[in-house]
């Protein structure tokens, strides 16, 4: 009897870590491109300020944004505007007491500090569950290809094919992330 019992606390406190490993979000309404790459990783495009509140609520703990403060909206599917302002998202995430993190990111420019930043947020274990978000997720399937190398050492071809299913769709972006893997992929 007592071995049942210590078996079943033993599942329960199992049930209850699993639990609170990752985010239990399937996607959120009205996020572009929204996709849970894993237990540890959604990725998406704008957010508006009510759904930062429903991905904390879904287990999210950080929130790392890509775009830079110029950048006035982006579309949701189907073509409707979301505003954009940067300083409101930061001071939102603040009040509801996720991790915040900046990197602004030129779609057309990106640069390896930026990465190197990124890859740097994403191997620190007290910013997951996080969700990584641009204005549609092109530049979020770059970066996010870069580290899927880089980090998870799959094929190039893999993580291009995944970075595709994210929102990679700038060319000058992709270019770029093809660039920095060609050049720090012949370091390690």
Not at 6 to 17: D, E, R, T
């Given at each position: ?21 990752g985010p239990a979000l399937s996607g959120v309404e009205g996020i572009r ?22 991905l904390k609520a879904g287990g999210i703990r950080a929130v790392l944004n ?59 274990a007290q910013n997951r569950p996080i969700f990584i978000h641009c204005g ?53």
């Open positions: 009897m007592l071995k049942r019992i210590a078996l079943l606390v033993i599942l329960l406190l199992a049930a209850g870590a699993a639990a609170q490993e491109n929204f996709l849970r790459v894993n237990e540890k990783i959604c990725t998406g495009g704008q957010p508006t300020l009510e759904q930062l509140a429903e890509l775009r830079r403060p110029t950048e006035k909206q982006t579309m949701r599917p189907g073509g409707e505007p979301v505003p954009y302002d940067a300083a409101a998202e930061a001071a939102e995430a603040e009040r509801l007491g996720l991790r915040y993190f900046n990197i602004p990111v030129d779609p057309d420019a990106p640069t390896d500090a930026q990465v190197d930043e990124f890859l740097k947020i994403l191997a620190d549609s997720a092109s530049r979020v399937g770059a970066f996010w290809m870069i580290r899927r190398v880089l980090v998870d050492e799959w094929s190039l071809e893999e993580a291009e094919a995944e970075a595709k299913r994210i929102g990679l769709s700038n060319e000058k972006t992709r270019a770029f992330a093809r660039d920095y893997l060609a050049r720090h992929s012949q370091r390690q």
